[in-house]
């Protein structure tokens, strides 16, 4: 059975930095692309980041130059970084392993996805 798992997620006030991470089981981690995904409340799927199983990486315009997706295939992790939070990162986010080319699309289905964690919640506010 494939897991992933977030954990990281909370309140942070705006410029504050948060760590995400995403431990897998279950699927050779390291074959995988994978991306972080968010959900802001009422509104639709978008696609943060992007690592690609060579390392290749992707942002969104959205958060370029703020957040830093990583992996270490050792250990079966995915990690954002993010700084400079706005409170306009305010979402729940996901660890989820895109079937396709996310970042050319504009929007996103869950079935654009294979594995999917629970999410783990980010707030930013003062």
């Known amino acids: 059975e494939v897991q992933l798992v977030e954990s990281g997620g909370g309140l942070v006030q705006p410029g504050g930095s948060l760590r995400l991470s995403c431990v897998a089981s279950g699927l050779i981690f390291g074959s995988y692309d994978m991306s972080w995904v968010r959900q802001a409340p009422g509104k639709g799927l978008e696609w943060v980041s992007v690592?690609?199983?060579?390392?290749?990486?992707y942002y969104a315009d959205s958060v370029k130059g703020r957040f830093t997706i990583s992996r270490d295939n050792t250990k079966n992790t995915l990690y954002l970084q993010m700084n400079s939070l706005k409170t306009e990162d305010t979402a729940v986010y996901y660890c989820a392993t895109p079937r396709r080319a996310i970042w050319t699309m504009d929007r996103l289905r869950r079935a654009d996805f294979g594995y999917w964690g629970r999410g783990t919640q980010v707030t930013v506010s003062s």
């Open positions: 690592i690609r199983s060579g390392g290749v990486t």
